[in-house]
């Protein structure tokens, strides 16, 4: 006979004992009070992780660190979490609950002072997260609340699973180049902010010196007109005087771009 499954431990959603549900709410329906509770709970520990995400981008942002790439990195992501809060106490509204404020505390990654024990913290804080969000989604399902699980299984839990994997692939590259564990700023580091794809997604492209490409011919008024018609025509059309050459006549001036070039174009056509 085959041993019993061993189940999960069940992982204590954040407490929220100062929740009541709003009186007299009439858009509530089907909006169990554990369900409510538990998403309130859940959006607070979503800002102290927004918290804590935007205290790591201030260090790496510090003189004496100078990583500003990691330290966009970390902010972008720290809004992100703070969206995502937003996010949930939009839908907490829209079911005819709400969100109960809240100390947001202190966020306890003081001794990440180094890239890789960064990295580490919020693989462990995201972890913790979509374990947060996977009871909130067992919560609805036991409590008869089909639209609160279908809501948090499409909109919160994908997301979340993405961003664990983005920070594996992070801390296997930090490995592999040896960054630093306590804060003393080894070569590794400085290559992650400055080759890393991921830590340079924040920054703005560099603004390109060519001018705008000039116009085509055919575009031009009164140019795709002319260039239908044959260039030399036959004396016998203009009561036999002489050849006469189609001019090409456009009403639209060329850019004039910084290398000259629309220029050149311009005289170019002039002369025919």
């Keep these: ?21 709003l009186p007299g709410s009439r858009v509530r329906q089907s909006f169990p009070p554990a369900v409510e509770e538990g998403l ?4 607070g520990a979503l800002l102290e992780l927004a918290y804590c995400l935007q205290a790591l981008g201030e260090y790496f942002d510090q003189s004496q660190v100078a990583l500003p790439n990691v330290s966009k990195f970390f902010l972008h992501q720290a809004l992100e979490e703070r969206k995502t809060a ?4 939009k839908y907490q509204q829209e079911r005819g609950g709400h969100y109960c404020s809240k100390t947001i505390q202190k966020p306890n990654c003081e001794y990440a ?6 990295l580490e913290v919020a693989m462990v804080q995201w972890k913790t ?13 036991e409590n008869a609340d089909p639209h609160s699980a279908s809501t948090i299984k499409k909109q919160f839990i994908g ?5 664990i994997k983005l920070m ?14 306590d804060g003393r700023n080894s070569l590794g580091d400085y290559f992650m902010d400055r080759l890393q794809k991921e830590f340079r997604t924040g920054i703005e492209p560099e603004s390109s010196q060519h001018c705008s490409p000039c116009p085509p011919l055919q575009q031009c008024s009164g140019a795709a007109e002319a260039l239908k018609r044959p260039q030399r025509e036959s004396s016998q059309h203009r009561n036999n ?6 001019t090409i006549h456009c009403t639209t001036t060329l850019p004039q771009c910084n290398d000259g070039t629309g220029a050149k174009v311009k005289q170019g056509r002039e002369g025919l």
């Design 241 to 246: 005087i002489g050849p006469i050459y189609a």
């Design 1 to 21: 006979m085959a041993e019993p499954r061993s189940k999960r431990p069940r992982v204590t959603l954040p407490a929220c004992p100062a929740h009541r549900p």
């Design 168 to 181: 594996g692939d992070l801390l296997t590259n930090a490995r592999r180049l040896d960054c630093s564990q």
């Design 40 to 43: 309130c709970g859940v959006t």
């Design 129 to 141: 997260m979509i374990r947060y969000f996977e009871e909130l989604y067992a919560l609805s399902i």
């Design 86 to 89: 937003e996010a949930l106490m």
């Design 113 to 118: 002072v180094g890239l890789m024990k960064a």
């Design 159 to 163: 997301p979340k699973i993405q961003k």
